[in-house]
């Protein structure tokens, strides 16, 4: 059901509608009727989205759309909520897949879900793009103020500490809604999934390993600008080891989680551990 919330907001935003992501799936699976389709139409009329669910012949296939929402078979025999484009005589699915028509006819189920954007009130994404470039200002800012504060040692630290903050962030990105094409691009296929969103075994694992980084490494930036301006150096050293002793642990855990238990590798995860690996090696230098 993750991936097919993920499918139903991206057809959202090429309709130019944005919903927060953690109210949308609450939504979805506090309803009587979850995990069925009459579910997520009431989520979907509950934000004031105008849409039709509709069954059609495969003789009627040509007169849909350019891009709708259906149930197609993917993987392991079972059918998957997804955002079909389409693509001359083809069909793109999820902007990743492309199916010609036979193979797509032979894998949907005929259920279609449109939207009407022209009657649908919930916000427009634009009112929000100038939030990134804001961020990134205070963290060129942060960084321009602390080349000039504190020593290259330090700087570099700084810069791993922020980097590692930055996909923690992202590694948790469900729970703080952020939806980012890009990183959905990284994180999806039938070999990675940051979030391991369909394995319950690891679910709470994996949000705590987001969790110890994101608080790792924002205890990092903290300490290190204050503790810097101080001039404690020492103290500063002796509190980063007495906190890679104990995430290292962790990292292992994840490691051996990700490649033996489940057999999926999370990029951003592997990009936070070559981030810890760094700074330790900085530390023993």
Avoid at 66 to 92: G, I, P, R
Avoid at 207 to 235: M, R
Wanted: hydrophobic share 45%; with cysteine; proline share 2%.
């Amino acid at each position: 059901m993750a991936e097919s919330i993920d499918n139903i907001l991206k057809y959202l935003k090429k309709k130019d509608i944005l919903l927060e992501r953690k109210t949308f799936t609450s939504q979805i699976q506090s309803h009587p009727a979850f995990p069925s389709l009459m579910s997520i139409i009431s989520a979907l009329n509950v934000n004031f989205i105008y849409n039709y669910a509709i069954e059609i012949e495969n003789s009627e296939v040509h007169e849909l759309p350019n891009d709708f929402l259906t149930y197609v078979e993917l993987k392991d025999n079972q059918s998957e909520l997804v955002f079909v484009e389409k693509a001359n005589t083809d069909y793109l699915i999820n902007g990743k897949h492309t199916l010609d028509e036979n193979d797509f006819l032979k894998k949907w189920n005929n259920i279609v879900i449109l939207i009407d954007e022209t009657h649908s009130i919930p916000q427009k994404t634009s009112n929000n793009r100038h939030i990134p470039w804001v961020i990134v200002g205070l963290v060129l800012i942060l960084l321009i103020f602390a080349a000039y504060q504190i020593n290259r040692f330090s700087f570099i630290y700084l810069l791993l500490s922020l980097c590692g903050f930055f996909m923690s962030v992202l590694s948790l990105r469900k729970i703080f809604g952020i939806e980012n094409h890009i990183v959905n691009r990284v994180c999806s296929g039938n070999y990675t999934d940051c979030s391991f969103s369909n394995d319950t075994k690891s679910k709470n694992f994996v949000s705590n390993f987001g969790d110890f980084s994101l608080v790792y490494f924002f205890s990092n930036i903290v300490s290190l600008l204050l503790l810097q301006a101080s001039h404690n150096d020492g103290v500063f050293l002796m509190i980063q080891k007495i906190l890679l002793i104990v995430i290292f642990p962790v990292i292992g855990y994840s490691l051996f989680y990700q490649i033996f238990r489940i057999k999926k590798i999370c990029p951003l995860c592997i990009g936070i551990i070559l981030v810890l690996l760094l700074q330790t090696y900085i530390l023993l230098m």
